[in-house]
């Protein structure tokens, strides 16, 4: 754990996780990246219009026994409206990514960097990927842009950038998902879930 204060206000962000990369500050708005032991601005917040929402940033929930601590939320558009996506970890400090989109909920977790995970050219609609032996298929490729970052993240999020990103369905309703920039990719593997099984911890 690492005490960072934002370099325009001079207002604590509190003790950080070592896997944190950027940091918004609650105060001003300011977004920073964690430069190893630097902070170097990150451009705007942008603006997160008030929605309702099953639950939000510093709220606890709980999924199949295990409680998650939402520590980031990040607004992202594209083709069909908006979702949010939260950035949240145990007790063990484990970070997951809940994805919340028209009321459906996904729970995914970050996958490091693995060479099969490539496509052979543009992803598509139809077009199949294999990991670790098991098929997956794209059903949703489309072009995010974000819209408005809170709290903290492992990756380093830019509102106004455009992502494109790709959403695979496995024959036992796997979620795998790839988010694609300039500079490198991500991905992630989960399930949607009921979202009557995510619970909001009462503070």
């Not at 944190?20 to 430069?35: A, K, L, P, Q, Y």
């Not at 083709?79 to 729970?107: C, K, L, M, P, Y």
């Not at 790839?178 to 009557?196: C, K, M, N, R, T």
Request: charged fraction near 25%; charge should be negative; aromatic fraction near 12%.
């Amino acid at each position: 754990m690492q005490d960072f204060h934002c370099p325009n206000c001079g207002a604590s962000f509190g003790p950080q996780l070592a896997s944190t990369r950027m940091m918004n500050c609650e105060f001003c708005g300011t977004s920073v990246v964690i430069d190893g032991d630097r902070l170097r601005r990150a451009g705007s917040q942008g603006v997160m219009h008030e929605v309702p929402l099953l639950f939000g940033l510093r709220d606890a929930v709980t999924l199949e026994r295990t409680t998650w601590r939402i520590l980031g939320h990040a607004r992202f558009s594209y083709g069909r409206g908006t979702w949010d996506e939260f950035w949240a970890v145990d007790d063990q400090e484990n970070g997951v990514w809940f994805s919340v989109d028209e009321g459906d909920v996904a729970i995914q977790w970050p996958l490091s960097d693995d060479p099969t995970l490539r496509f052979n050219g543009e992803p598509r609609v139809g077009r199949s990927l294999t990991y670790k032996g098991r098929a997956f298929t794209a059903t949703e490729v489309e072009t995010a842009i974000c819209e408005a970052v809170r709290g903290s993240f492992p990756e380093v999020l830019q509102v106004g950038e455009s992502y494109r990103f790709v959403n695979l369905t496995g024959e036992d309703g796997e979620l795998l998902s790839g988010e694609f920039w300039p500079e490198g990719q991500s991905w992630s593997l989960g399930a949607w879930v009921d979202p009557f099984d995510v619970k909001k911890v009462s503070p």
